[in-house]
């Protein structure tokens, strides 16, 4: 049986154990406890496009991969429209629990210089978990087009200003902005023809109402292996491991020539960096799998699976790189 002095002692010590217990747990030092659980449901990957995309695609075989390291399910929930913007204003606005996340792209990069009334501020409203990987976009023609290389279409649009067509599903995406940024190299005047999605613009080009696209990998990869189209370049510095016969077009014909896609993952901002660490190093697993590879290999992809910090640096230099190209083209988003 205790003596008073020593139950005293010891009602003393078990008040400042609640104490700090209570100081730790307001402060979010105790939280590590729960997040040793994490995570204890499915978690979801929203892409904002479409089912059935590159994109989507991407998503899918990650989300699969990265629930093997997690132990829970991983779904991919597909919200399009707005250019991007519904999709990821979902997940700028859910809990910072790490049990939803964004696929983000070329979009997320642009958006902030398209769009003057984002309903989220982009470089405040997440966090980055990992930069997945990074693929060229395509100088794509169709098989019978008079252009059988990059400099026959300078050479042509030099002649006649205004008169050649590039396609593109949409204003502000990949398929656009690479066309603007080479015409401004390359000092041309080329007409775009914006689409609803790569699919319209894909069959126009194939069915000649257009003369070219600088499609995506994965979007024009299937139609490359079907000879339905030619390519004649690829936007990144160097040659595409998917395709070592296409010449990078700054290479080829415009130095200094530099476009490409990517994929990255983000939380809400405000998630612990506990579980950003976890789903990094989830993520990590996943892209470094031979599935994850193969696919990433036929796409083009180039597989970056870095810290978050990597993705953060290189998206706020796309911001900066895209934004000039914008403002100097007078681009919009309509």
Do not use: C
Request: proline share 7%.
């Amino acid at each position: 049986m205790q003596t008073p002095l020593n139950l005293k002692s010891s009602l003393r010590k078990f008040g400042l154990t609640v104490t700090l217990a209570a100081a730790a747990a307001a402060s979010g030092i105790a939280v590590p406890s729960a997040l040793a659980a994490y995570p204890e449901k499915l978690v979801r990957i929203i892409v904002p496009f479409a089912p059935g995309g590159g994109t989507d695609l991407i998503a899918r075989i990650l989300g699969s991969e990265m629930s093997k390291d997690l132990g829970q399910s991983v779904i991919i929930e597909n919200k399009p429209g707005a250019g991007t913007i519904i999709g990821t204003d979902s997940v700028a606005k859910s809990a910072p629990d790490g049990y939803t996340l964004l696929l983000a792209t070329f979009a997320h990069a642009v958006n902030p210089s398209l769009q003057p009334k984002l309903p989220y501020v982009t470089d405040k409203a997440f966090a980055p978990v990992i930069l997945i990987g990074r693929s060229p976009n395509v100088l794509v023609v169709k098989p019978d087009s008079p252009y059988k290389s990059v400099q026959d279409i300078i050479v042509a649009a030099k002649a006649k200003p205004g008169g050649l067509t590039f396609a593109s599903q949409g204003n502000g995406t990949s398929a656009h902005l690479a066309g603007e940024l080479f015409k401004n190299l390359a000092k041309l005047d080329l007409t775009h023809v914006p689409y609803k999605g790569a699919g319209p613009a894909l069959t126009d080009l194939i069915g000649g109402q257009v003369d070219m696209m600088f499609g995506t990998a994965a979007a024009v990869a299937p139609f490359l292996q079907s000879g339905k189209l030619r390519a004649l370049g690829v936007t990144t510095t160097q040659r595409s491991q998917a395709m070592p016969n296409v010449p990078a077009i700054a290479e080829s014909s415009v130095p200094g020539y530099a476009a490409e896609s990517w994929y990255g993952l983000y939380a809400p901002v405000g998630t612990p960096p506990e579980i950003i660490a976890k789903l990094n190093a989830a993520a990590k697993k996943a892209i470094l799998t031979e599935t994850f590879r193969k696919q990433a290999k036929d796409e083009g992809v180039i597989i970056a699976a870095g810290e978050p910090a990597e993705l953060d640096t290189y998206v706020r230099g796309e911001e900066i790189r895209w934004r000039k190209i914008i403002k100097e083209n007078s681009i919009t988003a309509n």
